[in-house]
């Protein structure tokens, strides 16, 4: 557990004779343990809680290509900390565009997060910016006067969903959560969240809070605790014709010490 972090919650209910505060305290040691159903009846009821989301950013830089294999680990460096793009394994410092992670990718001091839920968004570029920096951000949101030969984004899209693995640790090597960029599910879908190739091209795999992927268990999470997300480009190699930044995002109920 990290240092001077909350260990438990409260969760107001209804008054009675027995519990004349309206008041229930849980560990939350005990609420890690709850299955999904049981904190969502509570979660909205935590005293002092709120929902919080907490992102790190993929960044691939075109013209380079993701090679099976090639993984990049989010959640392990903040603001202003040196990250490395996936697909070239350039260091680039991070700002608050790539993450919101403060020193060594945890959270603020004196917080815990239960997580509730996780999900990626992206916007897919619908054609090539006119410049980039180093760092993915785009310095001239024209679009390039040379275009990326029959370039299609919602298959572009399409190809990082379904041939890159995500995996979430806690520590190093506890592997906790997996599978497919396309398994974090969308209500929507990818077909229907693109569009289109002509419209705004968008994949986001969730709407919101309430529509990312609910995990079968809270996750409970502190600062000074280190996790990570790696991402993988398991097959085939990938061209990567328009640089992007994909945002994977932890969306869960942030608590902070009192002292």
């Not at 992670?101 to 004196?110: H, P």
């Not at 693109?194 to 992927?213: C, I, K």
Request: hydrophobic fraction near 40%; include cysteine.
């Amino acid at each position: 557990m990290g240092y001077n972090v909350p260990n438990e919650i409260l969760v107001r209910t209804r008054k009675t004779a027995a519990n004349p505060s309206g008041k229930v305290g849980y560990e939350l040691d005990d609420v890690a343990k709850m299955p999904m159903g049981v904190f969502q009846r509570i979660q909205d009821n935590i005293i002092g809680a709120r929902t919080q989301v907490y992102w790190d950013g993929a960044v691939l830089i075109s013209g380079t290509a993701l090679t099976v294999g090639q993984k990049v680990t989010l959640f392990r460096e903040g603001q202003d900390e040196d990250g490395k793009i996936w697909n070239t394994g350039v260091v680039f410092n991070k700002t608050y565009s790539h993450t919101n992670m403060v020193e060594g990718g945890q959270f603020e001091y004196g917080v815990s997060v239960i997580v509730f839920a996780m999900e990626v968004f992206w916007i897919v570029p619908p054609a090539k910016a006119n410049a980039y920096g180093g760092d993915g951000l785009i310095t001239d949101s024209s679009d390039a006067a040379a275009q990326p030969a029959l370039y299609n984004a919602p298959q572009f899209a399409k190809a990082i969903e379904e041939q890159c693995k995500f995996t979430f640790r806690r520590g190093s090597d506890i592997n906790e959560e997996n599978g497919l960029l396309v398994d974090l599910p969308s209500n929507s879908g990818i077909a229907a969240s693109l569009g289109a190739q002509t419209n705004t091209q968008m994949v986001q795999n969730s709407l919101g809070p309430n529509s990312a992927r609910r995990l079968d268990f809270p996750k409970v999470l502190h600062s000074k605790e280190n996790f990570q997300v790696d991402l993988e480009q398991i097959a085939p190699t990938l061209p990567i014709p328009v640089t992007t930044i994909l945002r994977f995002r932890l969306i869960g109920k942030r608590l902070r010490s009192a002292a």
